[in-house]
Protein backbone atom coordinates (compact mmCIF):
# COMPACT_ATOMS: atom_id res chain seq x y z
CA UNK A 1 0.00 0.00 0.00
CA UNK A 2 1.26 2.98 -1.17
CA UNK A 3 2.45 6.01 2.10
CA UNK A 4 1.20 9.38 1.93
CA UNK A 5 3.31 11.06 -0.99
CA UNK A 6 4.17 14.68 -1.05
CA UNK A 7 5.14 16.68 -4.20
CA UNK A 8 7.47 18.38 -4.78
CA UNK A 9 10.15 17.06 -2.97
CA UNK A 10 11.96 20.06 -3.11
CA UNK A 11 11.20 23.51 -4.13
CA UNK A 12 13.18 27.05 -4.24
CA UNK A 13 11.53 30.24 -5.27
CA UNK A 14 12.18 33.42 -5.41
CA UNK A 15 10.24 35.90 -2.98
CA UNK A 16 6.76 37.08 -4.00
CA UNK A 17 6.29 34.12 -6.30
CA UNK A 18 3.68 31.84 -5.83
CA UNK A 19 4.00 27.70 -5.06
CA UNK A 20 1.94 25.26 -4.63
CA UNK A 21 2.48 21.86 -2.97
CA UNK A 22 0.31 18.47 -3.15
CA UNK A 23 0.36 15.50 -1.10
CA UNK A 24 -2.28 12.57 -1.92
CA UNK A 25 -2.88 10.52 1.24
CA UNK A 26 -3.58 7.41 1.99
CA UNK A 27 -6.25 5.74 0.00
CA UNK A 28 -9.54 5.82 2.35
CA UNK A 29 -7.76 7.87 4.94
CA UNK A 30 -10.29 10.93 6.12
CA UNK A 31 -8.53 12.76 7.93
CA UNK A 32 -5.35 14.75 5.96
CA UNK A 33 -3.40 17.60 8.05
CA UNK A 34 -1.04 19.91 7.03
CA UNK A 35 1.83 20.63 9.14
CA UNK A 36 4.97 23.01 9.12
CA UNK A 37 8.98 22.75 10.56
CA UNK A 38 10.90 26.04 10.10
CA UNK A 39 14.74 24.68 10.57
CA UNK A 40 15.32 23.93 14.38
CA UNK A 41 12.20 24.45 15.75
CA UNK A 42 9.08 22.23 16.44
CA UNK A 43 6.49 20.81 14.00
CA UNK A 44 3.90 22.98 13.39
CA UNK A 45 0.15 22.37 12.81
CA UNK A 46 -1.08 24.42 9.92
CA UNK A 47 -4.89 22.99 8.91
CA UNK A 48 -6.58 19.63 8.82
CA UNK A 49 -9.26 18.05 6.71
CA UNK A 50 -12.01 15.98 7.39
CA UNK A 51 -12.78 14.60 3.84
CA UNK A 52 -13.15 17.76 1.72
CA UNK A 53 -14.09 20.37 4.81
CA UNK A 54 -11.68 22.23 6.47
CA UNK A 55 -11.56 20.77 10.70
CA UNK A 56 -9.53 23.51 11.47
CA UNK A 57 -7.25 26.42 10.01
CA UNK A 58 -6.15 28.00 13.01
CA UNK A 59 -2.29 27.30 12.55
CA UNK A 60 -2.42 29.50 8.69
CA UNK A 61 -0.59 31.87 9.46
CA UNK A 62 -1.79 34.18 7.06
CA UNK A 63 -3.95 34.69 4.12
CA UNK A 64 -1.16 34.26 1.57
CA UNK A 65 -1.92 30.43 2.61
CA UNK A 66 -5.05 28.78 0.92
CA UNK A 67 -5.57 24.92 1.33
CA UNK A 68 -7.91 23.02 -0.54
CA UNK A 69 -9.10 19.35 -0.74
CA UNK A 70 -11.16 18.97 -3.81
CA UNK A 71 -13.05 16.07 -3.74
CA UNK A 72 -11.59 14.65 -0.59
CA UNK A 73 -8.64 13.09 -2.13
CA UNK A 74 -5.25 15.02 -3.07
CA UNK A 75 -4.71 18.22 -0.87
CA UNK A 76 -3.24 21.02 -2.47
CA UNK A 77 -1.30 24.24 -0.24
CA UNK A 78 -0.36 27.38 -2.40
CA UNK A 79 1.77 30.43 -1.03
CA UNK A 80 1.25 33.51 -3.10
CA UNK A 81 3.29 35.56 -2.59
CA UNK A 82 5.57 33.76 -0.64
CA UNK A 83 7.69 35.38 1.81
CA UNK A 84 11.22 34.64 3.54
CA UNK A 85 10.00 33.45 6.59
CA UNK A 86 7.81 30.56 4.90
CA UNK A 87 10.89 28.77 4.14
CA UNK A 88 11.01 25.20 5.77
CA UNK A 89 9.68 21.78 5.73
CA UNK A 90 5.99 21.15 4.80
CA UNK A 91 4.63 17.56 6.27
CA UNK A 92 1.43 16.25 5.05
CA UNK A 93 0.11 13.65 7.23
CA UNK A 94 -3.57 11.31 6.81
CA UNK A 95 -5.31 8.94 9.28
CA UNK A 96 -8.51 6.80 8.61
CA UNK A 97 -10.58 7.87 10.92
CA UNK A 98 -10.75 10.55 13.62
CA UNK A 99 -9.87 8.74 16.98
CA UNK A 100 -7.67 9.96 19.61
CA UNK A 101 -5.24 7.05 20.00
CA UNK A 102 -4.65 6.56 15.92
CA UNK A 103 -1.73 7.60 14.87
CA UNK A 104 -1.13 9.87 11.59
CA UNK A 105 1.19 8.53 9.17
CA UNK A 106 3.48 11.36 7.20
CA UNK A 107 5.19 12.20 3.86
CA UNK A 108 8.54 12.53 3.48
CA UNK A 109 7.79 16.75 3.15
CA UNK A 110 8.62 19.40 0.92
CA UNK A 111 11.21 21.76 1.42
CA UNK A 112 10.36 24.64 0.60
CA UNK A 113 13.62 27.51 -0.15
CA UNK A 114 12.17 31.44 -0.69
CA UNK A 115 15.10 33.75 -1.44
CA UNK B 1 4.26 29.57 24.07
CA UNK B 2 5.75 25.90 23.62
CA UNK B 3 3.35 23.45 25.32
CA UNK B 4 5.68 20.42 24.26
CA UNK B 5 9.41 20.43 25.80
CA UNK B 6 11.90 18.66 24.69
CA UNK B 7 14.79 20.39 26.47
CA UNK B 8 17.55 18.09 25.35
CA UNK B 9 18.54 19.11 21.73
CA UNK B 10 20.74 15.67 21.07
CA UNK B 11 21.68 12.72 23.06
CA UNK B 12 24.67 10.46 22.54
CA UNK B 13 24.87 6.71 23.89
CA UNK B 14 26.88 3.53 22.98
CA UNK B 15 25.27 0.88 21.18
CA UNK B 16 23.86 -2.08 23.62
CA UNK B 17 23.02 0.63 26.65
CA UNK B 18 19.81 2.52 27.25
CA UNK B 19 18.95 5.52 25.87
CA UNK B 20 15.90 7.59 27.80
CA UNK B 21 14.66 10.73 25.94
CA UNK B 22 12.32 12.85 27.76
CA UNK B 23 9.60 15.39 27.38
CA UNK B 24 7.54 17.66 29.29
CA UNK B 25 4.17 19.55 28.68
CA UNK B 26 2.14 22.26 30.20
CA UNK B 27 -1.23 21.96 28.72
CA UNK B 28 -3.43 19.62 31.03
CA UNK B 29 -5.89 18.83 28.58
CA UNK B 30 -3.09 16.43 26.70
CA UNK B 31 -4.58 13.32 27.02
CA UNK B 32 -3.19 11.28 24.51
CA UNK B 33 1.42 10.87 24.10
CA UNK B 34 3.00 9.94 21.01
CA UNK B 35 7.00 9.24 19.91
CA UNK B 36 7.88 9.57 16.17
CA UNK B 37 11.32 9.05 14.73
CA UNK B 38 12.60 11.07 11.99
CA UNK B 39 15.40 10.10 10.04
CA UNK B 40 16.89 12.65 7.51
CA UNK B 41 14.49 13.40 4.34
CA UNK B 42 11.92 11.63 5.49
CA UNK B 43 9.02 12.13 7.25
CA UNK B 44 8.12 11.33 11.03
CA UNK B 45 7.43 7.34 11.57
CA UNK B 46 5.41 6.75 14.43
CA UNK B 47 6.37 4.93 17.09
CA UNK B 48 5.40 4.53 20.13
CA UNK B 49 2.21 6.25 21.83
CA UNK B 50 0.61 6.51 25.47
CA UNK B 51 -3.10 7.31 26.65
CA UNK B 52 -3.18 9.21 30.05
CA UNK B 53 -4.94 6.22 31.74
CA UNK B 54 -1.77 4.75 31.41
CA UNK B 55 2.12 5.29 33.16
CA UNK B 56 3.68 2.39 30.87
CA UNK B 57 3.51 1.41 27.33
CA UNK B 58 5.82 -1.10 26.11
CA UNK B 59 6.80 -2.47 22.66
CA UNK B 60 9.99 -4.79 21.77
CA UNK B 61 13.11 -2.25 22.86
CA UNK B 62 10.83 0.82 23.46
CA UNK B 63 8.98 1.52 26.53
CA UNK B 64 7.09 5.24 27.08
CA UNK B 65 6.67 6.12 30.48
CA UNK B 66 4.22 8.75 31.98
CA UNK B 67 4.06 10.95 34.87
CA UNK B 68 0.69 12.90 34.73
CA UNK B 69 1.05 14.65 38.11
CA UNK B 70 4.92 15.81 36.74
CA UNK B 71 3.62 16.03 33.14
CA UNK B 72 6.67 14.35 32.15
CA UNK B 73 7.26 11.57 29.47
CA UNK B 74 9.98 9.50 28.40
CA UNK B 75 10.94 7.11 26.15
CA UNK B 76 13.19 4.30 26.92
CA UNK B 77 15.24 2.12 24.17
CA UNK B 78 17.19 -0.70 25.21
CA UNK B 79 19.30 -1.99 24.13
CA UNK B 80 20.04 0.94 21.87
CA UNK B 81 21.18 0.17 18.23
CA UNK B 82 23.17 2.19 15.92
CA UNK B 83 20.15 1.78 13.48
CA UNK B 84 18.15 3.85 16.40
CA UNK B 85 20.17 7.26 15.22
CA UNK B 86 17.76 9.37 14.09
CA UNK B 87 15.39 12.39 15.80
CA UNK B 88 12.87 11.67 18.19
CA UNK B 89 9.90 13.98 18.58
CA UNK B 90 7.45 13.85 21.35
CA UNK B 91 3.83 14.63 20.24
CA UNK B 92 0.64 15.21 22.41
CA UNK B 93 -3.13 15.46 21.38
CA UNK B 94 -6.15 16.18 23.46
CA UNK B 95 -9.40 18.24 23.88
CA UNK B 96 -7.76 21.45 24.08
CA UNK B 97 -9.47 24.46 24.04
CA UNK B 98 -11.15 25.32 20.21
CA UNK B 99 -10.13 23.86 16.98
CA UNK B 100 -9.40 20.22 16.14
CA UNK B 101 -8.86 18.13 19.20
CA UNK B 102 -7.08 15.57 16.90
CA UNK B 103 -3.97 17.92 15.92
CA UNK B 104 -0.59 17.14 17.05
CA UNK B 105 1.52 19.64 18.91
CA UNK B 106 5.46 18.81 18.67
CA UNK B 107 8.36 19.16 20.57
CA UNK B 108 11.22 20.53 18.62
CA UNK B 109 12.93 16.96 18.90
CA UNK B 110 16.48 15.02 20.31
CA UNK B 111 18.78 13.97 17.76
CA UNK B 112 19.77 10.27 18.99
CA UNK B 113 23.36 9.14 18.40
CA UNK B 114 23.97 5.76 19.03
CA UNK B 115 27.81 4.78 18.51
CA UNK B 116 29.01 1.30 17.31
Known amino acids: EAGVTQFPSHSVIEKGQTVTLRCDPISGHDNLYWYRRVMGKEIKFLLH????????ESGMPNNRFLAERTGGTYSTLKVQPAELEDSGVYFC?????????????FGQGTRLTVV | DQQVKQNSPSLSVQEGRISILNCDYT??????FLWYKKYPAEGPTFLISISSIKDKNEDGRFTVFLNKSAKHLSLHIVPSQPGDSAVYFC???????????????FGKGTLLTVNP
Open chain 1, 93 to 105: ASSPHLAMNTEAF
Open chain 1, 49 to 56: FVKESKQD
Open chain 2, 91 to 105: AATGKTSGGSNYKLT
Open chain 2, 27 to 32: NSMFDY
